[in-house]
T-cell receptor, first 114, second 108 residues
Framework: SAVISQKPSRDICQRGTSLTIQCQVD?????MFWYRQQPGQSLTLIAT?????????ESGFVIDKFPISRPNLTFSTLTVSNMSPEDSSIYLC???????????FGEGSRLTVL | GQSLEQPSEVTAVEGAIVQINCTYQ??????LSWYQQHDGGAPTFLSY????GLEETGRFSSFLSRSDSYGYLLLQELQMKDSASYFC?????????FGTGTRLQVFP
């Protein structure tokens, strides 16, 4: 199993500002995934972060809005840039247990944009 | 595109059995997973079906029919603590895509 620490756990931000969410894993992993979950909704994949290369973004998500860093095999950050109230959501970091089809999730970062 | 459809809500009473269905459309399929998420919590893994048939883990079982692009999660002997959202999910190459989610409410 993997233990994932995410911070901040929650934050309230002003429109137009940016927030960086950190994700720390207790073991080395190849891929890290960033998901967004809007209130009462399912999880939507934002991007896949690979160490040593640029993140791969899903349709509807762009690097300028959600820049991602992956400096090593245990850490990643997601920045939500130029925030608007529509960005209010829970952002989740996850990693895969190789070969099992199982994802482990951090506790999430609940973001409220005023 | 890829989609996984689930009923939005299911209700049941303690001790009952409930089935949560998932129908999927995907260009590549590597198996179906199920996750549970309590309010305010992170999703946690329940099961994974790579092959057709039934997988049983305690009170929870999961079924897959690849020919029908269909699966379900079966919860037996329901308990109040089973009240949560349940998501099916499948891989599209190396990334996991989640279904629309089903909110299960268990009543005394």
């Amino acid at each position: 199993s993997a233990v994932i620490s995410q911070k901040p756990s929650r934050d309230i931000c002003q429109r137009g500002t940016s927030l960086t969410i950190q994700c720390q894993v207790d073991s080395q992993v190849t891929m890290m995934f960033w998901y967004r979950q809007q209130p009462g909704q399912s999880l939507t994949l934002i991007a896949t972060a690979n160490q040593g290369s640029e993140a791969t973004y899903e349709s509807g998500f762009v690097i300028d809005k959600f820049p991602i860093s992956r400096p090593n095999l245990t850490f990643s950050t997601l920045t939500v840039s130029n925030m608007s109230p529509e960005d209010s959501s829970i952002y989740l970091c996850s990693v895969e247990q190789m070969g099992t089809g199982e994802l482990f999730f951090g506790e999430g970062s609940r973001l409220t944009v005023l | 595109g890829q989609s996984l459809e689930q009923p939005s809500e299911v209700t049941a009473v303690e001790g009952a059995i409930v089935q949560i269905n998932c129908t999927y459309q995907t260009s590549g399929f590597y198996g179906l997973s199920w996750y549970q998420q309590h309010d305010g919590g992170a999703p946690t893994f329940l099961s994974y079906n790579a092959l057709d048939g039934l997988e049983e883990t305690g009170r929870f079982s999961s079924f897959l029919s690849r020919s029908d692009s269909y699966g379900y999660l079966l919860l037996q002997e329901l308990q109040m603590k089973d009240s949560a959202s349940y998501f099916c999910a499948c891989y599209n190459t190396d990334k996991l895509i989640f279904g629309t989610g089903t909110r299960l409410q268990v009543f005394p």
